[in-house]
Each structure stands twice: as structure tokens, then as C-alpha cells.
């Protein structure tokens, strides 16, 4: 037991490790989350989302196209495996995963994504329909033309190299960039806080504002517009913004451009035709986007189109089949613009890397001067680099040179010398470059006309050494000699050439195009049914009188309206609350069941109730009443609400409620009112004002204490009489005299045989 407890004190007496565990420092979370936040922010805008200005090009595409120039993939050799070149940048240069790296140089191949293609693809590498590329151990690659003039002059000292991740390579900074890449492919990329959106454009119209801005350097954005006069996508279709628009994207950086697919009528004689869709906005999948219409067809949001093909091979050709050939193309397709993604909006956000690793928004001045500033820093560079070149070249020839015209006593001092290097360089004067050159020269370069070439070679050295020279001194020449490069661009890549043809039209922007409900929704006839306790349902076919009577309703319910209408058209529905609501009648329940409750359709009130429900026609007007006998006439068209809450039109207060909506029939010139109290007024229609909105003028007055409330009003024709229920038929009044006089009076008692309801229908 002692042992015990003398191994438990042991235990309680052992000391912790002194050694420190690391660097530890006391900082607060927030300081610590946002320190390191801070560090993935910029890791991911320098060396992932944004590109540079200079090259137009992210970290992982340089890697690419540099690592294949190490492979020397050019387009004059064969293609190699795309999992070899894939691994060497991830080997290398990229430590990220190899799908990354694949799917990037995926769509650098792919002439639909890309407008200028920096890699040629051989084998499947996807399609416009969505399609993914075969895997890269299937598919082969090299670099295009284009590649290799963004890597033009990468081994001449033009550009700065830093350390690859591991430290074992160098990979460049930036290329060299003889190619306006950023602007002629254009760029996308999501950040930490900011992104990029830079669309393609062509590099004929890039070159003519390159060469003028040179000529101009303080030329004006809407002169750079007239040479850009927007992008030119890989897909086409039709540019459809204004100049205005368009040189406000281009002063700011930020902005879009609204793209329209381009589409041709067919005639199929008889008076039908199909339209056909040639070419698509860019960054849309063809296969999605005849889903969308499909499904806009099934669901009858488009019933003015039949079928949709998809009858592409190379080209895309997509037909659309409208249902009758008497609705306009251009209605029919406008229709489309506004349903479907064959227009689209791609933004603008020119948001780079500049020369010093910046990230900032350029306008289209700055993008273009930031690649012609690259473009003279890369002339000097390589000048320079090519002047070191040449003098030691130089260094080398005028040591030859010596060993010619002393050729017995060099010969004599290599046999007999025991140090022929320093003998060498003392006795004529030599740098150790030109007698080690002397030293390493073969036997059968001492031939005569060996000696000739040399001289040659050094007369064109010295020559061009004094070009270069000159190049250096005057910053007119380095600027010619780069207007030279960009015409030289142009030839190769502009627009007479098959890639540098515009693709994309220039168009304007479109004008408010209204177009009516009928053209949205299939006609077809309905009857819009409405019971007691305001369920609704919409049956197809105009129901007759038996028909409507042998109706079923929910127990303790029956029917209240009965309606003929069409699915285009719209139906008012007037409240106690003296709001209208609107609903369409395609959007109303089907015939089955006892169909919906209006209130789940729009926002009605609990103590709201349904006063009158109508279809709406354009043009006509209606006297709105509230039971305590105040109204005013009010045109149809002010009544039709945008919204669920509907729009208060009748305003009603206390105990008041909104009571009647009439119809006024056209030509009539006169109003009859009841009240509950049975009796009637008729006064002239002049009398009674026409509102928006208001609780309008007394129209028959009652007595105070007494109860009697308006029931109903009825605009008529004076000449023709009144018409009113008479027992199980109808019955005109054109005796009237009786119950003639001005608004606000009270009336006269109804005639024998009036509807105990007190109503005119």
C-alpha cells in the first residue's frame, strides 16, 4: 500500500515540458480571422479570379500555354495527350487538382467558349448543348497560332520569371503577349469582394483603335467606339444596345450588353411558315435552352408555338413552329426575348491585374494603353537583351578575326605553349572569351572561306547593333516598330481571315414591343363560375341555362355568377371594401371540383366580401355605389388592378359598404337608383360626376333613423324606359315622369310586381 501511495506522488510531482511548443502569440479572434482572411482574399485575386491587363491571361492558363511551349507543342509539330500536359503543370507549376487544370484547358480549345482558341483540341472536347469533354487520357493537344504569339519572345529576356511553389522551376510572371488577348477573348472570374466579366471582341476592330491610340494617345472613349464598336462573341448573334449605352460601359468599366439569338422566316407556302434560330447568345446551352421552350409549350405559357425542333448538325439550326401563320415573327419572337435565354445579358466588368499586380476597374482607354505600355517594355527588354547578344557575339568574332590574320603564330603558340590561353591573350591583346573561342575553333574553320562568313556575320552584326541602338534612343521608332507588330496581328488574325470575321451584328436596342394577351394565352372559351361563399372555378365551353342550374356546389353553398368569358381575357372583381381585384381567367381553376376560394388569389380582407364580378372590356365605364347612397361613374380601364391587394377605387367609411358596380350600356343618358325602402330615383346621368377614385356625390338620399340603405342602380336610356324583373319575365317602364327628378332625392315607390329584392336584374 505505501508503494502505492508513494508512485501517486511521484505522479503529482511531475513537471511539464518547458520547451516552447512554437511561436505563440496572444491575439484576439477577430484580429486572427481577419489577418487570415486577408491572406486567402488576396491569394485568391492575385493568383486565381482576376487576369492581368498585360496578357489577359490567370495564373493557371499562363501555366498552360508555358508548360505546352516546354513540351513544345507549336502548331507545326503533333498533338500529345492532354493528361501529359495536365500533369506537368500540376507537377510543376500548379499545385491544384488535375480536374481544375483539365476542365481550364477544355475551354480554351473550345471555339463556341473561346472566341480566338489558344489550344487546338483533338478528340471530344464538348459542344454547345452542355456536353462534357472526353477524359484527358482520350484527348490530345498543342498550342495554336495565337498561343504562340502570346509566348513570342519568352526565352529573350522579355519578361520577369519567379520561383515555381516547390523551388525547383522558374515559370514566367507574365507573357509577352503579342496579341491582345484580354480584350479579343475576353475574361470571367469570381474573387473574394470583387469579379471580373470582360466579354470577347474582335481583334481587327482591337488593332485599328491599337494603332490609333498610338497615333492619338489622348483619343476619346467615343472615338474608340467607333473603331470597337461593341463585342464580338464566339456564337454571334445580334448586339441589340444603343452607341450610347455602349460607350457608357466603355468610360466606366462597368456596364452590359443586352445579345439577341439571330433568326430567319422559312415560308412552307399556303400562308404558314417556321422560323429558324442559326445562332444562339453566347454562354447559353442550346439542349437547355429548347428545354425551356418545350416546357413553356407544354405548359401553354407559349401557345402561339406548336413544336420546337432541334434540327442542328455543325451549324445550329433550331425551328420553331408557330401555330397559325397569322401572327406576326417578329410578335411571336419578341415573345421569346422575354421567356427564354434567346436574349441574354452578358455584364461588363473590367476588373484586372495591373503591371503592378493592382486589382482595379479599367475603362477601355486604360485596357488598351496598359497592353501597349506592356507591349514597349517587351520591345526594350528584348532589344536590349538581343544588343548583349550581339556584342558578345561580337567579343567572339573579333578574336577569330585576330586568329586569321595571325594564323602561323596562333598555331605556334597552341603546339609549343604550355599555357596557350594566357599566351594567347597576351600576346594579341585577347578577352579569355576570345581565346577560349580561338582555342575551341576546329580545323576545317580556318578555310578561307570560313573566314569570309565571319566577316559577313560581323559586318551584320555591327549593322544591326547600331539599328538596335538607335531603336533604344528614340521612342518614335520603338512606337513604329510596335504599329508594325499590331498590322502584322491584323494580317494573321483580322478580318480576312476565316477567325477574324465578325461574328456578331450590330443591331439597336429594342423598342417596347406590346404584345396582346391573346398572342400569350390560347383562346378558348370558358364560363367563370362563383358560388355564394366565393369559390371559383372556370369550365370550358359557354354553359347554357339548364346547364348553369344543374351546377354542384359544397354543402350549404350554391351558385352567385355564372359567367361567359374567353382564357384571354380578364375578370374585375369588385368588393364591399370598394377595392377592384383582377385575375386572369386562364390563371382560375379548372372546371373539376368545386374549384379554389377567391381569397387565396388575392389579398381580400376577412370582413370583405364579393360585391359584383365581371369580365373586363376595354373602353367601358361603371357606376360604383356604396350603400349609404353615395357613387360616381368611373372608367373600366382606371379600375384594373397590378397587384394581389388589388386598388381601392371606391372609398367607404363607418359602417358603409360598397354595394353596386353597373355597367353603363352605351348611349345611355340616364340613372335609376332603389333602396331598400323600395322607393326609386331617376335624375340625368350629367349629374353624376366621373372619378378615379373618391366616395363620389349622394345619389338618392334617406332618412336619417331609418334604416334604408341603396340596393341597387341601373344606367339606362331614358327614350327606351327601364326594364325590370316582372314576375317570371321582364317588364319596361316608359312612363317614368312619376319617379323623374334630381340626384339626392328620395324617391318615388316602386310600381306593383317589383322584385322584393329591390334590384333592376
Not at 347 to 359: E, G, R, Y
Not at 373 to 401: A, Y
Not at 524 to 545: F, M, N, Y
Not at 621 to 632: N, P, R
Request: charged fraction near 30%; glycine fraction near 8%.
Amino acid at each position: 500500500m505505501g508503494a502505492v501511495f508513494d508512485s501517486l506522488a511521484c505522479a503529482t510531482t511531475i513537471m511539464p515540458d518547458p520547451t516552447p511548443l512554437g511561436d505563440i502569440r496572444d491575439t484576439r479572434l477577430a484580429d486572427a480571422l481577419s489577418e487570415r482572411y486577408l491572406s486567402y482574399a488576396l491569394s485568391t485575386i492575385m493568383s486565381r479570379s482576376l487576369p492581368d491587363v498585360r496578357d489577359g491571361l490567370k495564373p493557371v492558363h499562363r501555366r498552360l500555354l508555358y508548360a505546352m511551349q516546354q513540351l513544345k507543342l507549336d502548331p507545326a509539330s503533333g498533338f500529345k495527350k492532354c493528361a501529359r500536359v495536365v500533369g506537368d503543370v500540376m507537377g510543376k507549376y500548379h499545385p491544384h487538382g488535375d480536374m481544375a487544370i483539365y476542365d481550364a484547358m477544355v475551354r480554351l480549345s473550345q471555339d463556341f467558349a473561346v472566341r480566338y482558341p489558344l489550344v487546338d483540341g483533338q478528340g471530344n472536347f464538348g459542344n454547345i448543348d452542355g456536353d462534357n469533354a472526353a477524359a484527358m487520357r482520350y484527348t490530345e493537344a498543342r498550342m495554336t497560332a495565337v498561343a504562340m504569339a502570346l509566348l513570342d519572345g519568352i526565352g529573350e529576356d522579355t519578361v520577369d520569371f519567379r520561383p515555381t511553389y516547390d523551388g525547383e522551376e522558374d515559370e514566367p510572371e507574365v507573357l509577352p503577349a503579342n496579341f491582345p488577348n484580354l480584350l479579343a477573348n475576353g475574361a470571367a472570374g469570381i474573387a473574394v469582394g470583387m469579379a471580373t466579366s470582360i466579354p470577347p471582341h474582335n481583334v481587327g476592330e482591337l488593332c485599328d483603335a491599337l494603332k490609333h491610340l498610338i497615333k492619338f494617345p489622348g483619343a476619346t472613349i467615343d472615338k474608340l467606339v467607333d473603331l470597337i464598336p461593341g463585342p464580338d462573341f464566339p456564337t454571334g448573334g445580334e448586339l441589340a444596345e444603343n452607341r450610347e449605352a455602349i460607350v457608357e460601359a466603355y468610360k466606366t468599366g462597368r456596364g452590359g450588353f443586352r445579345i439577341r439569338a439571330k433568326w430567319a422566316k422559312e415560308d412552307l407556302g399556303r400562308g404558314t411558315y417556321q422560323i429558324i434560330v442559326t445562332e444562339i447568345p453566347y454562354q447559353v446551352q442550346k439542349s437547355k435552352l429548347i428545354e425551356k421552350i418545350a416546357e413553356l409549350i407544354t405548359n401553354k405559357k407559349l401557345p402561339i408555338l406548336t413544336d420546337v425542333r432541334d434540327e442542328s448538325a455543325e451549324d445550329i439550326r433550331i425551328v420553331l413552329e408557330p401555330r397559325t401563320g397569322k401572327v406576326e415573327p417578329d410578335m411571336l419572337m419578341e415573345q421569346l426575348y422575354k421567356l427564354t435565354d434567346l436574349e441574354s445579358r452578358f455584364s461588363l466588368n473590367m476588373n484586372v491585374l495591373d503591371a503592378a499586380n493592382t486589382p482595379r476597374v479599367m475603362n477601355l482607354r486604360d485596357v488598351l494603353r496598359a497592353f501597349l505600355d506592356h507591349r514597349m517594355v517587351v520591345l526594350e527588354r528584348r532589344s536590349k537583351n538581343r544588343l548583349g547578344q550581339i556584342e558578345r557575339r561580337l567579343e567572339v568574332l573579333g578574336g577569330m578575326l585576330v586568329a586569321y590574320l595571325n594564323l602561323d603564330e596562333v598555331i605556334r603558340i597552341i603546339r609549343e605553349e604550355d599555357h596557350p590561353k594566357q599566351a594567347l591573350m597576351d600576346a594579341f591583346e585577347l578577352s579569355e572569351v576570345q581565346a577560349e573561342a580561338i582555342l575551341n575553333m576546329r580545323l576545317r574553320q580556318l578555310r578561307k572561306l570560313e573566314e569570309m562568313e565571319i566577316k559577313t556575320e560581323n559586318d551584320v552584326l555591327v549593322k544591326e547593333q547600331k539599328e538596335l541602338g538607335k531603336l533604344l534612343k528614340n521612342e518614335d521608332l520603338r512606337w513604329k516598330a510596335i504599329t508594325d507588330e499590331i498590322k502584322n496581328i491584323k494580317e494573321k488574325f483580322g478580318p480576312k481571315t476565316d477567325v477574324g470575321k465578325r461574328r456578331t451584328t450590330l443591331g439597336t436596342a429594342p423598342t417596347a414591343v406590346v404584345v396582346p394577351l391573346e398572342a400569350m394565352i390560347e383562346r378558348e372559351p370558358v364560363t367563370v363560375v362563383c358560388s355564394q361563399k366565393g369559390w371559383v372555378r372556370a369550365i370550358k365551353g359557354h354553359l347554357t341555362t339548364d346547364q348553369i342550374k344543374d351546377l354542384k356546389f359544397k354543402e350549404g353553398d350554391k351558385g352567385r355568377f355564372a359567367i361567359p368569358a374567353q382564357t384571354t381575357d380578364k375578370l374585375l372583381v369588385f368588393a364591399t371594401n370598394g377595392r377592384f381585384y383582377t385575375l386572369g381567367c386562364d390563371k382560375l381553376p379548372g372546371g373539376r371540383g368545386h374549384g379554389e376560394p377567391l381569397r387565396l388569389m388575392f389579398d381580400l380582407p376577412n370582413d370583405a366580401d364579393i360585391t359584383q364580378m365581371l369580365v373586363h372590356a376595354p373602353g367601358r365605364k361603371l357606376i360604383v355605389a356604396a350603400d349609404t347612397g353615395h357613387g360616381f361613374i368611373v372608367q373600366e380601364d382606371e379600375v384594373l388592378a397590378q397587384t394581389k391587394n388589388g386598388k381601392q377605387v371606391l372609398n367607404v367609411s363607418g359602417d358603409g359598404e360598397a354595394a353596386v358596380c353597373a355597367v353603363v350600356p352605351e348611349g345611355a343618358d340616364s340613372v335609376a337608383v332603389i333602396g331598400s325602402n323600395r322607393k326609386i330615383v331617376i335624375f340625368p346621368m350629367e349629374e353624376v360626376p366621373e372619378m378615379t377614385r373618391g366616395k363620389g356625390v349622394i345619389l338618392q338620399r334617406y332618412k336619417k333613423g331609418g334604416g334604408a340603405v341603396l340596393r341597387d342602380v341601373k344606367a339606362f336610356t331614358l327614350k327606351e324606359g327601364l326594364t325590370f324583373p316582372f314576375g317570371s319575365g321582364w317588364r319596361t317602364e316608359t312612363e317614368l315622369l312619376r319617379w323623374q327628378g334630381k340626384r339626392a332625392g328620395a324617391g318615388a315607390m316602386a310600381p306593383r310586381g317589383f322584385p322584393t329584392s329591390n334590384t333592376f336584374s
